[in-house]
């Protein structure tokens, strides 16, 4: 093919089938050779479904060829983060107990993607049960960023963010309960997004963090991750065409954590371009405060709930940190619970009331910039940092406040990437993508590096 399709938008993609300069089989069949080629040093995948993915993109094929694919991702190849089920295929959940479970049916997020048309390439890495926010697990290797092997991709959806920057899937399809869509797409240098609880339905799928999470499209571009989903969504969120300035909070370190002097500078630079912009730009701290006694009790309440009996059963196949969750869990005070069941609704009502004086907050996705795999920093810019959030503490307040946010790459510190986190209100999912989409053409994030890697 004179096109190298792995680079090629969804856009690109289904432009080329309807002018038949492209198959959505000879496509598919590009990106499992790259899969077979590359993905043995990353691990992004658990699985790769090559006899479905090369049915559906026949079928795709044959829809453009009698002039009616009209469906949203029609012949796109997508990942899909091993939490969700589809038909006949594992779900193993980043866990070695469920290794050769296979799923009877297609989860509700799925089942919406195979109506799109979608081109399934294979199940993606996950942290075990979606506890941790680096993808390692007792399946197989840690996965890495596609920027430096050595490194890790974060988690928990480090599968489905390595496989979409190292161009081995178009898009793909990650959740998010404490950072798990925004945490590797910082580390991998793409575009992720957490929605608004409830917009991006799972029915029948997998249990966890369900206070918080919400699954979200991981994509190159912001434009890539808008299709995504709005089939993820069952919705449309075309680009506005409102100008209007907006109210932006600028909060270099939420919590005044220590935020290291490269990712710093970069996300300073990104506050700076929404002023060039033309946007009000306001130094301000978002009022977060107390969020970690809201969410460790509810998250370990619902995992010994639901996954306690594994302690039991077969503690010799379950992670460190799995068994260390379940541990805890059996330890907690039901006091505790209660209480923070009764704090969730005033931190939400707190947090929302803040957004009546903004309408985005920017933040730093990550507090550094990808480190060493197994290696979690232990101080940043010389203070002492928990193993738990220490790297990655910006996140889960936001799942916590049930609002939208999502990571944007916006530049490279150590030849490493940065992202900004951009937090809008609940529902406000077309406002996030448009002031994302600005900043991503004003930054104009460089990939050349990283795709001459990927060749």
Known sequence: MAKDVS?????????????RSLSPVEVAEAFFERIERHDGALHAYVETTRDLALEQARQAERAYASGKADAALAGIPVAIKDAFHVAGVRTTLGSDVYRGLVAKGDS????RLRAAGAVFLGKTNTAEFGQSATTDNLLGPDTATPWDLARTAG??????AAAVAARLATVAVGSDGGGSVRIPAAFSGIFGLKPS??????????????????????????????????????ARFERGADTRPLRVCYCPAPENRPVDPGVAAVVERAARVFEELGHSLEEDHPPIQGWGDIFGPLVLEEEHRERGHLLKLCPERLTRYERSALEAAIALDPDDVRRARALLPEFRARLAAFFDRYDIVLTPATAVPPFPLGERPKFIRGVAVDRLWGAFPFTAPFNVGGVAAAAVPCGLAG???????IVARAGEERLLL???QDLEEAVGFDRGPLDSMWT
């Open 434 to 436: 448009d002031a994302a």
């Open 108 to 111: 509700g997020l799925v089942r």
């Open 7 to 19: 680079l090629l938008s969804i856009a690109e993609l289904a432009g080329s089938y309807r002018d």
């Open 197 to 234: 609880p409830g917009l991006c339905g799972d029915e029948h799928g997998f249990r966890g963090m369900t206070e918080f999470v919400s699954a979200g499209p991981m994509a190159r571009s912001v434009a890539d991750a808008r299709i995504l989903l709005g089939v993820l969504a069952d």
């Open 155 to 160: 988690g928990s959806s480090g599968g489905s």
């Open 415 to 421: 030849g490493l990437p940065v992202s900004v986190q």
